[in-house]
């Protein structure tokens, strides 16, 4: 069964860098284009975003862009988001998703990143 | 950028009536429209795409409907599972890919 596990949120102050992971099984990784989408407490979605299959084309949501960078490792099944600059307007739980470039077939749990003073 | 607009914010029924819930589109999507459930502390669940097709392990219950601008979609008999936040979404036009503020349906 498919199986997304985020991991690397934390606590972290305004102006600092933080990376999550997304750990992936259960699918062809490198068949997939991934998502990163975030939710501000007691808010709603927002897609942050996302990395073709083959790691060359990405786009962003406005308000990341420049500080934002996703990647990918196909080699270990693996996704990633580099957070530089934070702002607390950042503060989200980060899941990440897949399932091609129209719906989110599968969710991960979701990693909590807080940026606070 | 397509905003997606869903109403009513707060949808409160009782356990075994009906509850349909509106998603707008600011511009046509086609039929380019997802449905997600989320229950507290959980990641979204995808309910529908295309509209009105049920995602893998989504109870017939669930019907949606609405093509353009304007969708619905509706549970015929709620369940006590079934309380939760719905968001609808597009993927007609990207990026980015757009969420609804979310409807919640609360028991009555």
């Known amino acids: 069964q498919v199986q997304l596990v985020e991991s690397g949120g934390g606590v972290v102050q305004p102006g600092r860098s933080l990376r999550l992971s997304c750990a992936a099984s259960g699918f062809t990784f490198s068949d997939y284009a991934l998502h990163w989408v975030r939710q501000a407490p007691g808010k709603g979605l927002e897609w942050v975003a996302v990395v073709w299959y083959d790691g060359v084309n990405k786009y962003y949501t406005d308000s990341v862009k420049g500080r934002f960078t996703i990647s990918r490792d196909n080699s270990k099944n693996t996704l990633y988001l580099q957070m530089d600059r934070l702002r607390s307007e950042d503060t989200a739980v980060y899941f990440c998703?897949?399932?091609?470039?129209?719906?989110?077939?599968?969710w991960g749990q979701g990693s909590l990143v807080s940026v606070s003073s | 950028e397509i905003v997606m607009t869903q109403s009513p914010a707060t949808l409160s029924v009782s356990p075994g009536e009906r509850a349909t819930l509106s998603c707008r589109a600011s511009?046509?999507?086609?039929?380019?429209l997802a449905w997600y459930q989320q229950k507290p502390g959980q990641a979204p669940r995808l309910l529908m795409f295309g509209a009105s097709t049920r995602a893998t392990g989504t109870p017939d219950r669930f019907s949606g409907g609405g093509s353009g601008t304007e969708f619905t979609l509706t549970i015929s008999s709620l369940q006590s599972e079934d309380f939760a936040v719905y968001y609808c979404?597009?993927?007609?036009?990207?990026?980015?890919?757009?969420f609804g503020q979310g409807t919640k349906v609360e028991i009555k």
């Open positions: 979404q597009q993927y007609n036009k990207w990026p980015p890919w757009t």
């Open positions: 998703a897949t399932g091609g470039f129209a719906h989110f077939d599968y």
């Open positions: 511009q046509s999507i086609k039929s380019d």
